[in-house]
């Protein structure tokens, strides 16, 4: 097979791909660094892993795979011309990315609440890093679900979609990294 | 892409997440449950590969990216466990 039919192979838009695989590998970066760091200091890692609500970041998980569904499912209704129901199912997603943010924005209240910041030890710095910019890709998931909810193209759909699936892809694997490794 | 497979695909990430959770409370070594969390991560992480992301259609690329998540989680996995 030619270089250029396997690029031909890929669903969807070569860029999307091209910025799904530079994401990953900047927050696969990310996550390499955070378990070295720990190794400086494995006992000071699981202490403060402990202060993060688990329970909150594993429901987040199913909002988030749940919204990645409803984001595919768009698409395929949108091919087979069910534009309102892609509508909805947009609208939908993007809602429970909203809700991704609520449960973020509370866990991040409540660390504040108890005097933890980036400050307090290497692996909260590492936390709001890598928690933070995953949550600004949320935001900006939501917008562009939002976008392509309104201009309804298949192509776009599917951008948008891409985008959002990364978003979730990442979360699947910073979510053990970082709540669950201790 | 099918409703069904979606829908399936979606089912079994919800069931996986599940399964991260109850490992998470069993009375297991330290090596079992972060092996254990970090390989459904990785079964997670394909799923969405192959059915959201719709690369079931391009094995290739499928295989591709299984290759380097698998070596990112075993390189995740070797430094939690030095």
Redesign the interface.
């Given at each position: 097979?030619s270089d250029a039919s396997?690029i031909d192979?890929?669903?969807g838009e070569l860029l999307m791909w091209v910025l799904?695989v530079s994401e990953l590998l900047v927050f696969?970066a990310g996550?390499?660094a955070f378990?070295?760091v720990?190794?400086t200091d494995p006992a000071g890692f699981a202490e403060a892993q402990s202060h993060l609500h688990?329970t909150g970041a594993?429901f987040n998980?199913?909002v988030l795979?749940?919204s990645?569904?409803l984001?595919?499912?768009a698409?395929?209704w949108r091919q087979v011309a069910r534009r309102a129901a892609a509508r909805m199912a947009l609208i939908g997603a993007a809602l429970l990315g909203v809700v991704f943010l609520i449960i973020k924005g509370t866990e991040y209240a409540d660390k504040m609440a108890q005097g933890i910041n980036y400050e307090t030890h290497p692996f909260f710095l590492f936390y709001y890093l890598l928690t933070g910019f995953h949550a600004a890709h949320v935001l900006a998931g939501v917008g562009i679900l939002l976008l392509v909810s309104w201009r309804d193209d298949a192509r776009n759909i599917e951008a948008g979609?891409?985008f959002w699936?990364m978003v979730?892809?990442v979360w699947?694997?910073l979510?053990?990294?970082i709540y669950?490794?201790g | 892409m099918g409703d069904n497979t979606l829908t399936r695909a979606w089912l079994a990430l919800l069931g996986l997440s599940v399964g991260s959770a109850v490992l998470t409370l069993l009375p297991v070594p330290a090596a079992v449950m972060g092996g254990g969390i970090l390989l459904l991560a990785l079964i997670k992480t394909r799923v969405i590969l192959a059915q959201y992301l719709d690369l079931a259609r391009s094995p290739a690329w499928l295989r591709g990216f299984t290759m380097v998540l698998t070596g990112f989680s075993v390189l995740i996995f070797a430094l939690y466990l030095v």
């Open positions: 097979m396997l192979e890929l669903p799904i696969g996550m390499i378990m070295g720990r190794l688990r594993a998980t199913a795979v749940t990645g569904y984001a595919a499912q698409l395929h979609a891409q699936h979730d892809l699947i694997m979510f053990p990294v669950l490794l | -």
